[in-house]
């Protein structure tokens, strides 16, 4: 499996400076990041590391589940995966951390019932190397068929 890259060139302090996020190896944007913005309910066209993990995230549950639901014998027709992440502060060692990660997926699967989409979210959610690589935050899991 390949490695892939990003990079981010960062100018000033903390709370007055900037960044710029590429992402390297697919090329397909460059993103600016600030820590008020990250901090700020309204990222006002700024990313931060949380919305890029939350996509990070979003996708691989997505691609996991779609595999475990196939296995399972059913077929996905769509799943509407949204990841929630919280930065807050960290009361143990000081300065901040990642607080939890709220996955949430509606499912329009054929051929697999509603325990069977729920073992496969509760696998995926398990499985997938996103969740692996956070399992020093709380993952909660919300997850319910369309009929």
């Avoid at 000033?12 to 309910?41: H, I, M, N």
């Avoid at 890029?52 to 639901?69: D, T």
């Amino acid at each position: 499996m390949p490695t892939r890259t990003a990079r981010t060139a960062w100018n000033g302090t903390l709370e007055e400076g900037s960044g710029q996020v590429e992402l390297t190896s697919s090329g397909v944007g460059t993103y600016t990041v600030s820590f008020p913005k990250r901090a700020a309910d309204d990222a006002d066209g700024t990313t931060s590391p949380e919305e890029l993990i939350a996509a990070a995230h979003s996708s691989c549950f997505a691609m996991q589940l779609s595999a475990l639901i196939a296995a399972a014998g059913g077929t996905p027709q769509s799943l509407e995966v949204k990841a929630d992440v919280s930065l807050g502060p960290d009361k143990a060692d000081g300065g901040f951390k990642l607080t939890g990660i709220k996955l949430t997926v509606v499912g329009e699967v054929e051929g697999l019932d509603e325990a069977g989409f729920q073992k496969a979210a509760a696998d995926a959610k398990a499985g997938c190397p996103v969740s692996k690589a956070l399992t020093g935050v709380e993952i909660t899991l919300d997850a319910s068929l369309e009929s």
